[in-house]
């Protein structure tokens, strides 16, 4: 059973969802989404900044469960939102700056897009968000249910990982049949996945995506070979095939 839910968001992401989703937005659990919502504060440092800056809300359909914790975590997950959408802003930027395109102008053609009021999020306030990811900041993360570390939806991740994250569920997205049986989730073949994306897009070793996901080396490598088999040896795969999967943001929007 799942109920409606209004989970605080920014203004920001607010029209992005707008734009992207049907009210109420129901989650899969290949959805870009899906994990933020299972994220809990591990401190209190950011707990201003997310109450100053969710003031708005998004209906979603949720278990009784993910109720609970988005009335409990709700401006922390919303902010958490928020940092997803900012990341993929920048990954779009990142774009731009490679084809040596005007910064503001994509900023100002991305706003209009989603409907993004200049007064609810100031361009110059993310002119210099381009410019802080541009010096290079690690990434940071987060604790998720079970206790394993995870790939957070955080502002200062890697460009190369946050448009392997985005490519992952739109590549989901675009395919939901294969990844689901029935009305459940495969969640196996979305590990295989979700592995071989990653190290794919990014060019991170076997070593270096199992740090990231958590888990061993021999189980990463495994999951990445047996993706590997899957789309030499399943037609059904092919659209996931290195040559097609989304190296730049462009790309990937472009998928929607």
Same mark, same amino acid.
């Given at each position: 059973?799942? /109920? &409606? *839910?209004?989970?605080?968001?920014?203004?920001?992401?607010? +029209?992005?969802l707008r734009a992207r989703?049907?009210?109420? *937005?129901?989650?899969?659990?290949?959805?870009?989404?899906?994990?933020?919502?299972?994220?809990?504060? $591990?401190?209190?440092?950011?707990?201003?900044? +997310?109450?100053?800056?969710?003031?708005?809300?998004?209906?979603?359909?949720? $278990?009784?469960?993910? +109720? +609970?914790?988005?009335?409990?975590?709700?401006?922390?997950?919303?902010?958490?939102? =928020?940092?997803?959408? *900012?990341?993929?802003?920048?990954?779009?930027? &990142?774009?731009?700056h490679d084809k040596q395109?005007?910064?503001?102008?994509?900023?100002?053609?991305?706003?209009?897009?989603? %409907?993004?009021?200049?007064?609810?999020?100031?361009?110059? =306030?993310?002119?210099?968000?381009?410019?802080?990811?541009?010096?290079?900041?690690?990434?940071?993360?987060?604790?998720?249910?079970?206790?394993?570390?995870? /790939?957070?939806?955080?502002?200062?991740? $890697?460009?190369?990982?946050r448009h392997a994250i $985005?490519?992952?569920?739109?590549?989901?997205?675009?395919?939901?049949?294969?990844?689901?049986?029935? %009305?459940?989730?495969?969640?196996?073949?979305?590990?295989?996945? &979700?592995?071989?994306?990653? =190290?794919?897009?990014?060019?991170?070793?076997?070593?270096?995506?199992?740090?990231?996901?958590?888990?061993?080396?021999?189980?990463?490598?495994?999951? /990445?070979?047996?993706?590997?088999?899957? /789309?030499?040896? %399943?037609?059904?795969?092919?659209?996931?095939?290195? %040559?097609?999967?989304?190296?730049?943001?462009?790309?990937?929007?472009?998928?929607?």
């Open positions: 059973m799942r /109920i &409606e *839910v209004h989970v605080p968001v920014s203004k920001f992401s607010a +029209a992005i989703e049907e009210f109420p *937005v129901r989650l899969h659990r290949g959805h870009l989404l899906h994990r933020t919502l299972r994220v809990k504060p $591990t401190d209190h440092t950011d707990d201003l900044i +997310a109450y100053n800056m969710v003031t708005a809300s998004v209906p979603f359909m949720l $278990t009784p469960s993910i +109720a +609970a914790r988005v009335k409990k975590y709700g401006a922390f997950i919303g902010y958490h939102i =928020h940092k997803i959408h *900012v990341a993929e802003l920048m990954s779009y930027l &990142e774009c731009a395109l005007p910064i503001q102008a994509e900023l100002r053609n991305y706003y209009n897009k989603y %409907d993004i009021s200049y007064e609810d999020f100031d361009l110059e =306030h993310m002119s210099r968000q381009w410019r802080r990811i541009k010096q290079g900041k690690s990434a940071t993360f987060m604790q998720l249910d079970g206790g394993k570390v995870a /790939i957070p939806p955080h502002t200062y991740m $890697t460009l190369p990982v $985005t490519a992952l569920h739109l590549i989901v997205s675009a395919q939901p049949s294969l990844y689901y049986q029935g %009305d459940r989730f495969d969640q196996r073949l979305y590990r295989y996945l &979700e592995s071989w994306v990653l =190290h794919q897009i990014t060019d991170m070793t076997a070593t270096q995506v199992a740090e990231h996901l958590g888990y061993h080396k021999s189980t990463i490598s495994r999951r /990445i070979a047996t993706m590997n088999n899957l /789309i030499e040896m %399943d037609e059904r795969f092919a659209t996931v095939a290195s %040559d097609d999967l989304p190296q730049s943001m462009d790309t990937v929007l472009a998928m929607r």
